[in-house]
Each structure stands twice: as C-alpha cells, then as structure tokens.
C-alpha cells in the first residue's frame, strides 16, 4: 500500500539540487531509502546484465586492481599506482557507493530549512524506494575518463515515482556519475536516527550543463597542501557538478612537484623536504579525480612564475631574487624567468616534458603551460638577451611557446595557456590551442574574436583570494600611501557577486561557442589548508551554478538570488556533511522563515 505523507509547501523551504537542473519537477510525497534498496545498472550492450553495489565500508575505493601497479614491500603489499583512468563501469559503481555514503552517512537533518514548529515526516508507515535503475543508452567514447571539452554528453534524466522506483538514464557514464550526485541531494536525514528519506516525490529531472568546462583551479605552490586536502577539494568540486581541476602545481615560491628525471627540482625547490608530490602522489590524485568524472589539468607556469627552478639550476633562470626593486621585474617576490634565447633552458624542459608528459596522458588530454605576468624587464637580466625590447623579445618567446607546445602535442595532448601569450605578446598559436582569460570580459572578447576556444575568469568576480588585505608588508615610510592595506582585486567577492557574473557577457552570440566554461581561482598566497575549504565554499558553488545551469535563468533573466540563497544554504550543509569547511552565508532565521531576509520581491 502506498502512504502519502503530505508536507505543506509553505514550510518546506528547501527544495534540494545545487546547481538547479534544467528541468526539475517535483511533489511533496515523502519516501524513504533503505540501505538495502538495491541499485541496479546495465551498460549499453549488456542490458540485463545486473551489477548489485555490495556495501562497502571504506570511503573511496578501488573497483579493480585492473590499473593498478601493486608494489611489495617486504611483506607487505599495498597498491602503488594507478596508470590508467578508469573505464566508465568503473566511475559508476563508485559513483553508487558514493551515492550511499553520501544518503547514508553524509546527510543531514534539515532543520535550518523549516520553521520552529516544523515536525519532521512520521517514521510509521513508510513507504521505501524498491529500486533505483541506472542505465545508460550508449556506448562510452574513448576516453571518458579524460575528455577534450565536447566530447562527453554529461546530461541525464532522473525519474523517481510516488511508488518508489527510481531511474536515472543518461548517455554516458559520466551522466550517471551526475545523475547520482543529484539523487543524493534528494534526500535528507531523519533525526530520530530513522534513517534517510525525500519529501519531494515524485521527481522528474533531464538536466543537461551549459558549458563544457567548469572547473577550480588550486595553487599548491604559494603554500602547499596535503594530497587529503587536494581530495577533499575535488570531492567537493564533483558534488558541485564541476568536471576540471586545474592544479596549479610549481611556482615563483616553491617547486612542491617531484620530476625523477631532474630530482633536484623538488628536492632543492620545495619548501621543505617531503612537502612534495611524488609520482605516485601525482597519479593517485590524477587518477582519484577521474573516477568523480573531474579532469585534472596540470600547470606548470613558464616562462614567469619559474624563481623556485633557479634554487636548483641558477644557470636557467634570469632576473633572480632581485631585491629591493622586485616590482620593476615581476609581480611577485622572489623574481625570475625562464631564459629565453638559451639551449640550456630547451634542453631542461625537454626533459621536464619527457619525464610529465607522459604520466599526464593516462588521465587528461590537455596540459597548461601558463604564461601569465610575464616581465619584459626581466629580460633585461638576461644575459641571453640583455633587451626589454618587445620587438626583440616577441620571436624569441614565439620560438618558446612553439617548442613547447610541439612537445604537448607531440605526447598527445592539446596546449591550454593563460591569455597574456595571445593577447599581450601578440603569439601565433595553434587552432587546438584553448586560451584561459582572467584580467577582463573584454580579454575573452578577444581571445573569441580571434577564433580561440576560451575559458572565463575574470578576477573581478572569480578570484576567490581577493580582498583578504595586503601579504606584502609596507616600510612605514610609504604605508600612508597604501593605508588601509587593500590588495590589488579587493574588496572581497561575495558569493552574490561570484553568482551574477556572467561568462558570455561580452560575448557576441555567434562565439559562444568558443567559450568553453570557465574557473573559479584559489590562488594561495594568504590560503592553506586551514583556510582552504571556507576560502573555495560555497563561492566556488556559485560559480559552479553559473557554469552548469548557465547565469540566466529559463526565462532569460539573470538568476535571483532569492532563489538562490536557500538552495545555496542547503548546498553548504551537505559540503559540510561531507566534511568541507564550507562558510554559512546566512543565519538560520532567514532560511527558516522564508521570505523575510531580502530587499525587493518579484515572482
Ligand atoms: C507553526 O507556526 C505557524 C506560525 O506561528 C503556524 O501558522 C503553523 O500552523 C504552525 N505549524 C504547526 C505544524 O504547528
Ligand atoms: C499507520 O498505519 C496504521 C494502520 O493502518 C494507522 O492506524 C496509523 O494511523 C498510520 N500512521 C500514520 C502516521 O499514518
Ligand atoms: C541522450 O541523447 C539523445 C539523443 O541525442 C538526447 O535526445 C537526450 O536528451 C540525451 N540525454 C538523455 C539523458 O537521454
Ligand atoms: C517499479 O519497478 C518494478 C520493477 O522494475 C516494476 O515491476 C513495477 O511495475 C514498477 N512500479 C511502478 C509504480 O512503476
Ligand atoms: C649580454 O650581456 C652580457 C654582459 O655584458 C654579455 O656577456 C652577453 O654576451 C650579452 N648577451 C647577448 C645575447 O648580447
Ligand atoms: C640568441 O643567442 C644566440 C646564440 O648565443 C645569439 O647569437 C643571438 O644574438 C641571441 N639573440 C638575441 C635576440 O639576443
Ligand atoms: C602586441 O601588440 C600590441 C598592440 O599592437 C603592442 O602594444 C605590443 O607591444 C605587442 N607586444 C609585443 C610583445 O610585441
Ligand atoms: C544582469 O546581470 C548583468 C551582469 O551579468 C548586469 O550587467 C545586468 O545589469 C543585470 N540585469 C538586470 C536586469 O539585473
């Protein structure tokens, strides 16, 4: 017998799902989901074939040693490293394990979201779900795991019906990998401890992203940050629907990224022994976004951003450390450049390349060769140049970014630069290449109107470190002038800011396309890991809104943050659930009450 709980609307104020679906109906049934409730999938081509979840008690796992290289250490055997990305089989049946931690052990009693006298749905008479089918209905591209942007259809369909059957359909596995992460949103705890259920059935859902690329990029190098850390912050980028995590892995500061090849690169350039990332640190983390259908992309910045190799290869680096007039030579201390006319510099990143390259490809298709802030001047340290001269400098850096990016494309994978190298050094790049803009609309204008794919950024609205305050500290004698100690992108972006940028903005219609999505950016000179998870959440959700469901709403209007704001305070609890530091954005009162804590109201 089916049992129909009713909720009055009115007081169920939280309606689940970050980012909104594209099409989301819902009613107000409540339904539980019991551990046994079986999950059921058949991939396209062994349809009927049933894979049942046995239950697991270990947070992530591994579906297959298929990819793994088991090491033995004395008697001891423990995984090594994964060299391949998973298959899309495999991404699913973690993605249903995730989906059960997640109901099961990661939820919460939704309180805040209903007033004082709310009562919480009766645990008699329930009615549970039977089954939640999942299927897809085409055969996986190659390379699921690791797409070019476009290549995988993320969308899927959910139906969940007042009975208590579930399907979530999609055509690629890394649909379903979505379509679960939205089940899970679904469902709330009961506090009597009597398990998980929705008041929201029956639901239907087709959901579809709008851009192709959505993504945060880390800065491990400023400071650096466990591999639990990094984790935990893909982990939490997945549950946002995010599938990209640009790791900004060496910098001016430290070189944190272990390179067999050339070993004194970490061992001199990092801050500290073993605040580094071994290879199988490296693949591990490749491998572990993957599996959440989140693409790794490595960085290494080049030419600028490079001090930390001169600790161990004085001979590469130009304009070094120079002190005390390190403005006039980079953007940040400690100073230093690749060399632009050396063979000694083509030699060391030929085997740089040699030795990354090819442990990038098992789990990603592209590679980010930086190129932002780079200074003329410090050319003129250069002692093979010795000029700041543009039109002296311009072929040389020409010369740099095609060997480069000869070699990307050359191990299999497409170049992805920051936009100074099209747009100030004025470069010749290839059509593959994508070009990640981050000082103005008017940037990707351009990078689109010379026919480049783009990601958006701008640091007006998607630096996620602005606005803390100054990390330089100022002599007294000019500390008037800066008083009272701002950065340079203060004031701090609210989430509300973060939300209504729109990456198509200063985009003409006919070059949408080219803009691939966009990224939110944890640089990390004031974050570590103890500021980490408030300095990215919930802003980077915002952005991941804009960037899954697009910044106008169905109707063409820009999205409210009326409508935002409660679903955005649910989306905090289930991060903070799931572990993430995530920073509340408004007191319980306004989401207990509704419609009280806003200024203007139109429906
Ligand atoms: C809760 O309180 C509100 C306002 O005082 C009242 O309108 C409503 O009927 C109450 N609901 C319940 C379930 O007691
Ligand atoms: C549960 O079912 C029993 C028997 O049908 C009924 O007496 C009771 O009122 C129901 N409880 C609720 C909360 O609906
Ligand atoms: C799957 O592909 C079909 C055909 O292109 C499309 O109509 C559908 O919207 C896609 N998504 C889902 C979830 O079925
Ligand atoms: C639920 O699914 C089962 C098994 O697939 C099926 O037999 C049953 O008819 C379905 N019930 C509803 C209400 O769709
Ligand atoms: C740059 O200047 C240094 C020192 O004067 C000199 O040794 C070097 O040959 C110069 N390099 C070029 C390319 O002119
Ligand atoms: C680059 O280096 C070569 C060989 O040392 C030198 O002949 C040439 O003048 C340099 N080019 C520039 C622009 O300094
Ligand atoms: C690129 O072009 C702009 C505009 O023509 C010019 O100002 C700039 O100096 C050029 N940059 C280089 C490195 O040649
Ligand atoms: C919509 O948002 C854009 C920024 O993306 C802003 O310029 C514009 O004024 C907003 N329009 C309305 C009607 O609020």
């Not at 594209?22 to 059921?40: A, N, Q």
């Not at 298709?365 to 250069?382: I, P, Q």
């Amino acid at each position: 017998m089916i049992i129909l709980l009713l909720f009055p609307l009115l007081t169920s104020l939280a309606l689940a799902i970050w980012p909104i679906p594209k099409e989301y109906k819902h009613g107000d049934t409540v339904l539980w989901i019991s551990k046994d409730t079986s999950f059921e999938w058949a991939g396209a081509g062994d349809v009927g074939t049933l894979k049942v979840q046995p239950s697991r008690n270990f947070d992530f796992r591994t579906t297959s040693n298929a990819h793994v290289t088991i090491q033995v250490e004395g008697n001891r055997r423990r995984v090594k490293r994964y060299s391949e990305a998973p298959t899309g089989d495999e991404m699913i049946d973690q993605a249903i394990y995730s989906a059960k931690q997640t109901i099961f052990k990661k939820n919460f009693v939704p309180w805040k979201f209903h007033p004082r006298n709310w009562t919480e749905p009766s645990t008699e008479n329930r009615t549970y779900i039977s089954t939640v089918t999942v299927q897809v209905l085409q055969d996986d591209p190659e390379g699921i795991a690791k797409p070019l942007a476009g290549t995988v259809d993320e969308s899927y369909a959910l139906e969940l019906s007042e009975g208590g059957n579930v399907s979530i359909t999609a055509n690629s596995s890394v649909g379903i990998v979505r379509g679960l992460v939205t089940f899970t949103q679904l469902f709330y705890k009961h506090s009597g401890g009597g398990g998980a259920y929705t008041p929201l059935a029956p639901v239907t859902i087709f959901d579809v992203p709008v851009f192709q690329h959505r993504g945060i990029n880390l800065d491990v190098a400023r400071n650096y940050f466990s591999i639990k850390d990094i984790e935990r912050t893909i982990d939490a980028a997945a549950y946002n629907k995010m599938n990209r995590f640009h790791l900004h892995v060496t910098d001016a500061q430290s070189w944190p990224l272990e390179i067999p090849a050339l070993p004194e690169l970490s061992a001199k350039g990092a801050y500290r022994p073993g605040l580094t990332y071994t290879p199988d640190d490296f693949a591990n983390l490749q491998y572990y976004a993957s599996m959440q259908g989140v693409e790794l992309i490595t960085e290494i910045d080049m030419p600028g951003h490079t001090s930390s190799i001169a600790l161990s290869h004085p001979e590469l680096i130009a304009a070094y450390n120079i002190q005390p007039d390190w403005d006039t030579y980079c953007a940040e201390p400690p100073c230093g450049t690749l060399k632009l006319n050396s063979t000694k510099v083509t030699d060391f990143l030929q085997q740089l390349f040699n030795d990354l390259l090819p442990r990038v490809l098992p789990f990603s298709s592209y590679f980010h060769t930086g190129g932002d802030e780079v200074n003329k001047n410090a050319y003129l340290k250069d002692d093979s140049v010795n000029s700041s001269e543009p039109a002296i400098l311009q072929p040389l850096m020409q010369k740099f970014i095609d060997s480069n990016h000869d070699q990307v494309r050359a191990a299999g994978l497409t170049p992805i630069v920051w936009e100074e190298m099209l747009l100030d050094w004025n470069l010749t790049l290839g059509a593959d290449v994508v070009v990640q803009s981050w000082q103005s609309d008017k940037a990707l204008a351009q990078i689109v109107a010379k026919g480049h794919k783009a990601l958006a950024g701008n640091y007006n609205y998607w630096y996620l470190d602005c606005g803390k305050g100054q990390w330089l500290n100022i002599d007294p004698s000019i500390s008037a002038s800066s008083y009272p100690y701002e950065d340079y992108c203060a004031p701090f972006h609210n989430w509300r800011l973060a939300y209504a940028y729109d990456p198509l903005a200063s985009v003409p219609n006919d070059a949408h396309h080219l803009v691939l999505g966009g990224e939110a950016h944890m640089w990390a000179e004031q974050t570590d890991p103890i500021n980490l998870d408030r300095m990215i959440w919930p802003r980077g959700s915002a952005v991941a809104e804009v960037l899954w469901s697009g910044a106008k709403d169905a109707q063409g209007r820009n999205r409210s943050q009326i409508d935002a704001a409660p679903r955005l305070s649910e989306m905090r609890e289930r991060l903070v659930a799931r572990g993430i530091g995530a920073e509340p954005i408004q007191m319980p009162y306004c989401t207990m009450e509704g419609m009280v804590c806003q200024l203007g109201y139109q429906p």
